[in-house]
């Protein structure tokens, strides 16, 4: 847990922590699970109905509606989280995952009207947008039913900001047996979110808040790219993923020169002082590229990022 950046690790013990209590309370057993009553009072219910409060686009993402649900989206958000939140840091990691999280839930609020709008509408084609809202207060114990819970818009969000900071990075995924660069990884869970949102339903899964927290974080690293000295400029993580590039490039044009002696001469200190750095930064890129970033160090991750600030 040491090794887990603040945030992400913060996040981590949360999200544990209240799925512990949830369970601890307790809930109805139905025959699709489990109802938590802790889930009713802060997950996210459909704006028309009558237990839906605005603090419930916060609290959601902090719930979960069974053990395994909690485990794939803590899996991928200790996965993925660490390396995003290295990059940017931990204030714009932060402000990123509650934004997309709720901007998540706002895409789950609008499907919710939709399907609300279609299903009354066809059943009674009298019915007019302005009517919605009487049909809604008739049917309030029914609507209490439509209620979304997880981190999961907030989660797909972070897959879509490691894609598109590391595009051309392999990793590997189960089941596939070949690595796949990060950018066709994202978008092949777009596409299978998108499918199951047009082709599915009634399987208990908000595809559309997944895909929502996706929208939600392209837009917002598309404005970081475009508005470099807004915010968050310094540490746009495209900036640091081309760093890495071009050292690299570098290093495979450029043999590094044997050190000078020390002479007394505070230019050729200097350069020698630069060239050992150098030298151990190749040697850093070259672990990474033979094992990946998680065989590095502490000190090694340190020392790439302190270099990577100075560019």
Known sequence: MRNIP???RNLLIVNVLVFLVTVAIGGEQTPYGINYRLNDLFGLHFFLAPDFHIYQLLTYMFMHGGWSHLFFNMFALWMFGCVVERVWGPKKFLFYYISCGIGAGLFQEMAQFGSFSVEVMSQNPSIGFGDLGTVAAQLGQSLNGWTTVGASGA?????????????????????????????????????IELFSAISTTGDGVAHLAHLGGMVFGFFMIRYWQKHPTSGYGKSDGQQFFDNLRQSWERRKHHKSDPEPPKTGNPDWDYNARQQATQAEIDRILDKIRKSGYDSLTSEEKRKLFEQSNKK
Not at 164 to 189: G, H, Q
């Open 6 to 8: 603040t945030i992400t």
């Open 155 to 191: 989660i797909y969000a972070i897959l879509l900001a490691f894609g598109m900071i590391f595009p051309e990075e392999r990793i590997f995924i189960f089941p596939l047996p070949i690595p796949i660069k990060a950018k066709w990884f994202v978008m092949i869970y777009a596409g």
